[in-house]
């Protein structure tokens, strides 16, 4: 008797265990899909961030490795978030970091100066004195964040968070579709478990496109 009754209960454990990402429970649904910006045929996956966020400095951690795990035909890219006056700040500063080629050097030393030595990073000056450390003078770095083209980015960025009708950060956006959240997914470490299901979702239906085709 005891021996199918612990069979059922394992295998009730093991169900449950089982991650199943649900719409408008797990993950939001936008009613107009944003065009992505990928490879014909791969899957685009955006993180919206703040650099002043705590929330988004401890996904990174985990979002990091995650991302250097990703299959070919998924594209990754990050969307600095412009929801208030120093969030602007720090998007002139990710996109000057772009243009000047030493954006994979700062990332994640732009999020540990904030969060660990404390420092607001959002003083132009400052900025370009803490870029100098990478490569580039600091009159390079005030001329790039002042310049049109990061200008032209921070506004294409400032219109994308509009489009996704992001409230808050951090936020994952898989195809210009799915918007995920740490509330949406319970959790941050969640938020990756949902991005993935909804990669293989998409990666599926491409496919049953292309098949159809």
């Given at each position: 008797?005891?021996?199918?009754?612990?069979?059922?209960?394992?295998?009730?454990?093991?169900?449950?265990?089982?991650?199943?990402?649900?719409?408008?429970?797990?993950?939001?649904?936008?009613?107009?899909?944003?065009?992505?910006?990928?490879?014909?045929?791969?899957?685009?996956?955006?993180?919206?961030?703040?650099?002043?966020?705590?929330?988004?400095?401890?996904?990174?951690?985990?979002?990091?490795?995650w991302?250097?795990?990703?299959p070919?035909?998924?594209?990754?890219?990050?969307?600095p978030?412009?929801?208030?006056?120093?969030?602007?700040?720090?998007?002139?500063?990710?996109?000057?970091?772009?243009?000047?080629?030493?954006?994979?050097?700062?990332?994640?030393?732009?999020?540990?100066?904030?969060?660990?030595?404390?420092?607001?990073?959002?003083?132009?000056?400052?900025?370009?004195?803490?870029?100098?450390?990478?490569?580039?003078?600091?009159?390079?770095?005030?001329?790039?964040?002042?310049?049109?083209?990061?200008?032209?980015?921070?506004?294409?960025?400032?219109?994308?968070?509009?489009?996704?009708?992001?409230?808050?950060?951090?936020?994952?956006?898989?195809?210009?579709?799915?918007?995920?959240?740490p509330?949406?997914?319970?959790?941050?470490p969640?938020?990756?478990?949902?991005?993935?299901?909804?990669?293989?979702?998409?990666?599926?239906?491409?496919?049953?496109?292309?098949?159809?085709?």
């Amino acid at each position: 008797m005891w021996k199918p009754l612990l069979t059922l209960v394992a295998g009730l454990g093991l169900s449950a265990s089982v991650f199943a990402a649900e719409a408008g429970k797990d993950y939001q649904v936008l009613d107009e899909p944003v065009k992505t910006d990928a490879p014909a045929g791969n899957v685009e996956v955006v993180e919206a961030f703040w650099y002043g966020c705590p929330h988004c400095y401890k996904l990174e951690s985990s979002l990091e490795p995650w991302v250097a795990e990703l299959p070919s035909d998924v594209t990754f890219n990050r969307l600095p978030a412009t929801m208030g006056q120093d969030w602007v700040k720090h998007a002139y500063a990710f996109y000057a970091a772009k243009d000047l080629g030493i954006l994979d050097e700062t990332h994640k030393a732009f999020f540990d100066a904030i969060h660990q030595d404390r420092q607001r990073l959002t003083d132009p000056d400052d900025v370009a004195a803490f870029y100098s450390d990478y490569g580039v003078t600091e009159d390079a770095a005030k001329k790039s964040l002042t310049s049109f083209g990061v200008k032209s980015q921070v506004n294409q960025a400032h219109a994308q968070m509009r489009a996704y009708k992001i409230m808050g950060v951090p936020a994952l956006i898989v195809d210009g579709r799915y918007v995920i959240s740490p509330s949406t997914a319970g959790s941050l470490p969640n938020m990756l478990k949902v991005a993935d299901e909804l990669v293989e979702q998409v990666r599926e239906e491409k496919a049953g496109n292309k098949d159809a085709a």
